[in-house]
């Protein structure tokens, strides 16, 4: 049973990371990053253009890291969910038994998904 949460939580939260773009999140982040130091430092660029971008700039980092913050409290939801069903969970994902259970899953999963999308 312990093991089953972990192998149906670990797909639940494979799917969310994968539904909510939680990679390209992180890259716009430093994309966007980029483009401030960029637009910050260059002397072609005027004070009231420059005001203008990074206020468009801070707006695009903020919008990714808020879908980041949801994605990790839908996780952490779900982890106290299941913790609720079943006291060991917690202890079963946090484990390095656990831990290596999970991975070889994913790894799985994620071939598995691949081959039929």
């Given at each position: ?39 910050t430092f260059s002397k072609k660029i005027s004070d009231s ?53 999970i991975s070889v899953y994913l ?11």
């Amino acid at each position: 049973m312990h093991y089953f949460l972990a192998i149906v939580f670990s797909s639940i939260s494979y799917e969310l990371v994968i539904y909510l773009k939680l990679i390209e999140n992180f890259k716009k982040i430093l994309k966007t990053g980029r483009k401030i130091l960029k637009t910050t430092f260059s002397k072609k660029i005027s004070d009231s253009w420059k005001e203008k971008s990074l206020l468009k700039y801070a707006v695009n980092i903020f919008l990714s890291s808020l879908k980041i913050i949801l994605l990790l409290s839908l996780i952490l939801i779900i982890i106290y969910l299941i913790q609720s069903i079943n006291n060991d969970f917690l202890s079963l994902i946090t484990n390095i038994k656990g831990l290596i259970i999970i991975s070889v899953y994913l790894y799985i999963y994620h071939k598995i998904r691949n081959l039929l999308l």
